[in-house]
């Protein structure tokens, strides 16, 4: 088989070709170090090497380079000309590995970037956004897109970066972490019940008429069927909307009885929960890629959402159903019209 100099290639050529299949990244630093010293016992002994350990991994660079990178007489080491041109090669690559190692450092020290956060749309409106606030002023230089809606993303292909849901996700490629769990019940406003009366249970609640919300994360079909079996659709609701904010300011404004969750009280639209014993509980999870949890602005995202539903410091998140009349003395933090957002209705 005939070298690549006997085929007529370039010696320039013959030493990329050489160098891409470098695999002793080490041995390459001891190269550079001999060029810098200028001999070999000066390599060695900055490098706390012996000499000979130093001429073993010289031999070892010539032989994956496929060339000769020095002549030595009484008066030295020299370069050959093969050499040199490594030289500029292996200086090439120990730039890049210093870029690589500037850009971790600066990864670690000023987290920035962009950050996608996929949420259902109610909790997204009514509780992650206005509290993410306090994400951006720990973190100032990391954006956070916050999309909010009641498919489903799937962080195994990258819709996300991070992903909240209401029923456990299926894939099996990613990390799951149960959040807490929210509790359903009815709901109406203050001007609906003044003219309708407030029902107090199941067969009151037929008489009445209701709006709810219709989307793929809270299989609303299968719950209206579950509340009232064998009732048609037509029978009692008034209107049906996709997203948790319609469906909340046309119950706030009297248009029928709501499904919320148990934190509805603090939303601001005076609403009063109905003591019908009709609760649903939800679980929330969240995912994630485990590659992208190893990405340090994703990480502080999620640690943040962790903390941002923790039952411990939320009741309204715990296992166990709390009556939002029980808030008050469960939740010792900031009013909650403040800590959700929440909108007034006083001119309503």
Known sequence: MHSLAERGVPL???????????????????????????SFRSAA????????????????????TGTTLFTRDVHGTHLTDEGTMVVSAV??????????????????????????????????TFWLAPRLVEFQQAYPKILVDLHCAMRSADVSRHEADVAIHLSRPSALDVKLVRLGRMHLMFWASEKYIEKHGAPRSAMELIKHRLVLQFADQLAAKETFESFFPGVPERDLLVMKTNVSSANYWAVANGAGIGVFPSYAVALGGKLIPLEVELNRPLDIWLSYHPGSGRIPRVRHMIDWLIEAFNPARFPWFKEEFVHPHEF??????????QLFGGFSTEER
């Open 328 to 337: 008050k003395d469960s939740y010792m933090g900031e009013p909650l019209t």
């Open 12 to 38: 320039e050529e013959r030493q990329k070709a050489n160098l891409s299949g470098l695999s002793d990244w080490d041995a390459a630093r001891i190269f550079l170090e001999v060029v810098r010293s200028g």
């Open 91 to 124: 200086e090439r690559m120990e730039a890049a590995a210093f870029d690589v190692l500037r850009t971790s450092d600066s990864t670690a020290n000023v987290l920035s970037g962009e950050v996608r956060v996929a949420v259902t749309e109610g909790l997204g």
């Open 45 to 64: 002994e900055r490098l706390s090497l012996s000499i000979n350990a130093v001429r073993r991994r010289i031999d070892d660079f010539e032989r994956q």
